[in-house]
Structures are given as C-alpha cells and as structure tokens.
C-alpha cells in the first residue's frame, strides 16, 4: 500500500552528505518502501548529483538559504551560524505532504519503519549524550508553514544553545521529554553507532531490533574506506570503531557499492543528454573521477537544475516522482523497490566499476545483518593512509561553537564536490580538491580560513620558501 501524501526526508547541503542520502535512499527502498521520498539540496549540490539524487528519491528540492525578500535573509545576517539549522527547518515547508519522517543524512535503515507514521509531532528518540533532550537525526513532523515561520522566529529570538538543530528543536519543543510519552520514540529507531559500545550489554540485549543506525558525530561512514574484494571496512587515522560499528559501517558500504555507485556509471552512460560540464571518467589507474559545473552560489531562480529537481521557490504541489533526464540503471537486488514508472529491466550491470566476484562479508545476504554475530563476521578494521582520509573541516561539530569572524555565509561556502576513487581493491570518497586562483587564496587567508594542517602548513611553507631561496 503506497501513501502518497507521507515522505521519508533527507537534506544534503554537498556533494559529500550526498552519498549518505543515497546510501539512506536505496536502504529505505531495500524494505518496501510505501512513502515517498524527498532531498533537500542547497545551491551548493552540483548538477550531476542532482541528477543521481534524482534516480533515487522522488523530489530532490532545492532550498535556498539567503532569500533576500523575507525575514530569513535578516536572520542570517545576524545568526550566520545558525545557516545548516534553518536548512533542516526548511522541511516544515513540504506542505504538500500531511507527516514526514526526516532522517539526517548520516543514517541507515535497516528495516521497515512504516510504524513512525503512526506518531505524532514531534516524535523523536533520547539523545544518547543528554537524554531528557531528543536526536534531532530522526523525527516525525508535521509540515505547516506555520511552524516553520515559529521556528524561525525562535530562532532569531532565542538562538540555539548548541548553535545547530538540535538545540534549536529541542528548546522549541521544550516538553517533549516529559509530556508525551508516545512521542518518545524508541533507541532502536536511532541507535547512534557510538554508543554501541558505551553499553555493550545493552546492544547485545537490544541491539538486534535496532531499525535505524545513526553514525552520529564527526566520523562518518564516507570518511573510512572499502575493500570490496575482502569486504573490509579501513579505518582511517586515529578514530577507532567498535565490532558492532564495523558490521553498519559495512552494511553502508555495500550499499554504497551495489546500489549506488552503478547510478554514477548510469549517469555517464546518459551523459550525452545531460547537460554539458558532467566530466565522469575511468582514469588509467581505474580511478572513477566525477566533475560538473555546479551552479555554486547562484540563486535557485537563475540556476538551470537538472530535470526533476524542483526549487523551493516554485510551487510545490506535485507528487509526481522526480524523472531524471537518465534512464534509472541500478544494480540492486530483487528486494529494492524502483520509484513508480521506474522499470527494473532498466536495471544493468556496471562493468567499468570492478567488483569481485566473491565478497567474503556481505551481511545483506544475511537473514539480519544487525543480529549477526559480530565474533563471527569477517569485517575487518584496517588502518588506511590518513593523508588519503577526507578533510574533517567542513564536518558538522554539534559542540564546535566557531568564532564569529570564521563563520560565513552559508550560501557563499564551497561547494564540496566529490572524487570517488574505484579501484578492483578499493573504495574511497574523497572531497576533491579545488585549485584555488591566487584571487580566491588571498581571500581565503584574509577570511581567516587558512588550511593549517594541508597546504598552508608551515611545512609546505618552509619547503616553498627554500626553493624561492636556492
Ligand atoms: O555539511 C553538512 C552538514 C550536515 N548536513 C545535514 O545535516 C545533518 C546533521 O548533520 P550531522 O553531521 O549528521 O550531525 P550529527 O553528527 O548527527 O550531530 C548531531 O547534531 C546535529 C546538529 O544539532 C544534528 O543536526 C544531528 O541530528 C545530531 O545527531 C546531516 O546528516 C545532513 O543531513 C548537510 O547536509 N551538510
Ligand atoms: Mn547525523
């Protein structure tokens, strides 16, 4: 039974939060899916994930932040910081649908989770730091123009006492821990994978009717690397990841590899009807590189979205699924559920992107991947090269206040477009580095924005330096 006037909802502000949303997109598509499904992108998402968006969600809606005619634009101007939050706000506006279900980016469903809809505003579940406060990565809303216009209000009055969503949510729906328990929704419905191990007994008791896993905190899954060949997860650098992470770290994984990188591979394949500036290229190394001209910066109304992708600004009323300009090509198994008008014959192989035959850790092949036996599993943790791991910068920090001089407008921040580096031993998501012109690198130092650990380290400096001197 499909419900058209209910969504599960998802924002991606970047090319890297992207492929957390795809990753959630095709795990809510793995367990029969019956809502729609909705992105919220910002200006900063380029046109060929826009398109990839496309194949996986039914609307990909761009939202603007800077909205020079109303109240929002005041509110920037004065609580800059306060930019990622209202972006996630902005989902009170999808008025066309009578109750959501927004997941953050970071999270992975791991079975049906119709029953949410049951709940009411404001449902959410403990946050495993603080628990009389909620996780604002999981919540039952209801979109009313209403409330978003309160929220924002609260926002420009009150601020946010973590300077982010959560904060924000949880003074606005101040009674939540105390006057509703129905509106308390369980920890298996956002099991944070780094308390997993805070309370082993815990998760070894409950943790396999665990439904949603949230990789909470500045570590994400995109930030490690794959071996689809061994089927192991390389960690990177110091952080540290406990057996049960690494069983959900591989679930996404291999989703990421079987469902979403072939939707890249499709997207090459049209993209001679696409629009020009998509550059998608096996390299002699068989490194996959992605490129596109994304529309940084430019207002929603002057930028060209790629079809299927709606903009805030326009009327919103269509519960028609967002058809990219590509035919759908995914390589999925049988149980994945196709947007409506989506046929599976469409549905080929990838063989540019090689993937072994045999991976010896699949748990989707398993009956419950959550209930395996993590002694039994072959998931290995590896150290990976750290210099290689994606720069944390532009990570969201819940508890990182940034000073006032270093915090920009959101709209103006760099767009963080993807390098996906596939090779037969290995998987990695890096955010691709940009060459700066020597106009921009004198703009950045003087915001501030000095890269101290890359290439504005005192190293690299002295080493510039020495070849000036010789
Ligand atoms: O650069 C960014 C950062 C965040 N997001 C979106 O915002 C969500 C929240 O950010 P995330 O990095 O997932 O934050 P968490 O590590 O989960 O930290 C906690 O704190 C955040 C700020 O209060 C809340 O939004 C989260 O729900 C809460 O779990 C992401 O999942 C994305 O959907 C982006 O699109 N781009
Ligand atoms: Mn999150």
Known sequence: MSVTDQAFVTLATNDI????????????RRHRLTRKLVVLITPQVSSLLRVILSKVFDEVIEVNLIDSADYIHLAFLRRPELGLTLTKLHCWTLTHYSKCVFLDADTLVLSNVDELFDRGEFSAAPDPGWPDCFNSGVFVFQPSLHTHKLLLQHAMEHGSFDGADQGLLNSFFRNWSTADIHKHLPFIYNLSSNTMYTYSPAFKQF???AKVVHFLGSTKPWNYKYNPQSGSVLEQGSASSSQHQAVFLHLWWTIYQNNVLPLYKSAQAGKAHASPGHRLCLSDVGALCTDSVSGVGEPCANSTPSAGVLCANSPLGSNQPAQGLLEPTQMVDETLSLPEGRRSEDMIDCPEIETPAVITCDPLSQPSPQ???????????????????????????????????????????????????????????KEKVKELSPEEERRKWEEGRIDYMGKDAFARIQEKLDRFLQ
């Open 17 to 28: 939060y992207c492929q957390g949303a795809l990753v959630l997109g095709q795990s809510l």
């Open 207 to 209: 943790g396999s009717s």
């Open 371 to 429: 209930l395996a036996d993590f002694t039994e599993t072959e998931t290995t943790l590896q150290p990976a090269n750290k210099v290689e791991s994606v720069p944390s910068e532009e990570t969201f920090e819940p508890s990182q206040e940034l000073p006032a001089e270093t915090i920009r407008d959101p709209s103006l921040q760099d767009a963080l477009e993807v390098d996906l580096a596939v090779s037969v031993s290995q998987i990695s998501i």
